[in-house]
């Protein structure tokens, strides 16, 4: 009975040997107990020896500061990608491990891969698309409508990048009438944040674009990601000017193009999006010229049969100038005859106004009323003197009567008029009183006496000194 070595050689023992696997079979199984015990993994890591064969397959090793492992990702789940990773890259994969029988590697088959962060900033996108969406920046009523035919477009974008050239190209294309301003700024890495914030900021003082398209061409992720950050999207929500955000190709989304007034998939489309088709207009252009054209015509033709219809009932200018002298040499004729007759009727009239004016004529009234005036003149001087004369003599008849009661008529036979101090008639002695002064006037002259005596009885007479 042979014996066996540990080692594996033969000894010259007759023992019974274990059967010996194949590295074929030791590979299969080895290949088959790390699939079963690794279903499916992530990995991170930097890519080194990158090599890609005509076959369109990716070989390359994915290490870190210890070790490293093998990995092909074949030309089916590369295709996925937008663009290829290079050597020095931090990437991500997903895969399976497994054992490349041939050479006994032990590699992983990689499914899926990304730069290395790309779970993170996933995140990061999504928490802040919820944040700026819980604000209304997204709201629908919000956005301002664009222009369809702006007066001027602002471009914010990279002054060498592809987008630039792509927009322009557009524009000169479908309308180049329209002014284009470029306000450059990065549109990756660490300044391009605050430059877009700043370029939209120069358009808003700038004042004079209507339309402002924002954006770049194709890139990664993290290309991308200046469009993901909360003050570009602040920046854009805030700008009173119409934004179109064109970031990246059709499959890319950002944070701009929820926070734009109008997304485009790609610059070219922003600028088709926004600017009228030339084209179109010049086809418009020749439908309305030739509209014009005909309705010009129409109206001419129209024109034209009424200036013949005009023309016929036109009648000859001196035709019509003989006629109208013939009517004013009659009526000429008619207005001599009118004047002649009315001022013949005229003269009658004065004729007959002045014989009624001789026979009223003032002159004879003047005269009678003379004469009857001189007669009354004489009746009334001897109706005055008549009746100065009865007046003389009731004046002299009452200047009798009166001189019969007159009191000088009877102070003058020797009567007089006593006054006390007072000038009161006295016609009582028992006015008086003795040593009273008294006036007695007579029919010619007056005294001053003073009463001395004072004597009531009718037979006695006052005594007076």
């Known amino acids: 009975m042979n014996d066996q070595h540990p ?128 604000e209304g920046l997204f709201d629908p009523a919000r956005k301002k409508p664009v222009p369809t035919t702006p007066r001027h477009i602002g471009v914010i974008t990279s002054p060498t990048g592809a987008a630039i050239h792509d927009i322009l190209t557009v524009l000169a294309r479908r309308c180049p009438a329209i002014p284009v301003t470029l306000y450059p700024t990065a549109v990756q890495g660490q300044a391009a944040t605050a430059e877009i914030v700043g370029a939209i900021e120069r358009a808003q003082a700038h004042g004079v674009a209507d339309v402002l398209i924002i954006g770049r061409g194709g890139g990664s992720l993290e290309d991308l990601w200046c469009f993901n950050e909360e003050a570009v999207a602040r920046a854009i929500a805030a700008c009173p000017i119409a934004t179109v955000s064109a970031v990246g190709h059709e499959v890319d989304v950002s944070i701009s193009d929820f926070v734009a007034d109008l997304r485009a998939p790609t610059p070219s489309a922003a600028a088709e999006k926004v600017s009228p088709d030339q084209r179109e207009w010049l086809a418009r252009l020749d439908g309305q010229s030739t509209r014009l054209a005909q309705a010009t015509d129409r109206y001419l033709q129209r024109q034209h049969t009424r200036l013949e219809h005009l023309s016929a009932r036109l009648r000859d200018p001196r035709r019509e100038l003989q006629e109208k002298a013939q009517r004013m040499d009659e009526l000429d004729t008619r207005l001599h005859r009118s004047l002649k007759q009315r001022l013949e009727a005229h003269r009658v009239r004065t004729g007959h106004l002045q014989q009624r004016l001789a026979m009223q004529s003032p002159r004879r009234a003047l005269d009678t009323a003379g004469e009857r005036v001189q007669q009354l003149d004489e009746r009334l001087a001897k109706a005055f003197q008549s009746r100065l004369q009865h007046q003389q003599e009731q004046l002299q008849h009452i200047a009798q009567n009166l001189q019969l009661v007159s009191p000088l008529a009877t102070l003058g036979r020797g009567y007089s008029i006593v006054r006390d101090d007072d000038n009161t008639i006295v016609r009582n002695a028992e006015q008086l009183s003795p040593g009273q002064t008294i006036r007695a006037h007579f029919g010619q002259g007056n005294v001053s006496a003073e009463v001395t005596e004072i004597n009531s009885n009718n037979d006695k007479l006052l005594t007076i000194e």
């Open 7 to 134: 080692s594996g050689l033969q000894t010259g023992y007759p023992d019974a040997r274990p059967r010996a696997l194949s590295v074929s079979e030791l590979n299969r199984q080895a290949r088959h107990l790390l699939e079963s015990s690794f279903m499916q993994v992530w990995v991170e890591g930097e890519i080194s020896g990158l090599s890609r064969p005509s076959s369109g397959h990716w070989y390359f090793t994915l290490k870190d500061e210890k070790c490293q492992i093998r990995c092909a990702m074949f030309r089916g789940a590369n295709r996925r990608l937008r663009s290829a990773p290079r050597d020095g890259d931090q990437i991500r994969i997903r895969g399976k491990v497994t054992l490349y029988e041939n050479r006994g590697d032990f590699q992983i088959i990689v499914e899926h891969l990304e730069p290395a962060g790309l779970g993170q900033l996933q995140q990061a996108f999504e928490a802040l698309k919820m944040k700026l969406q819980a």
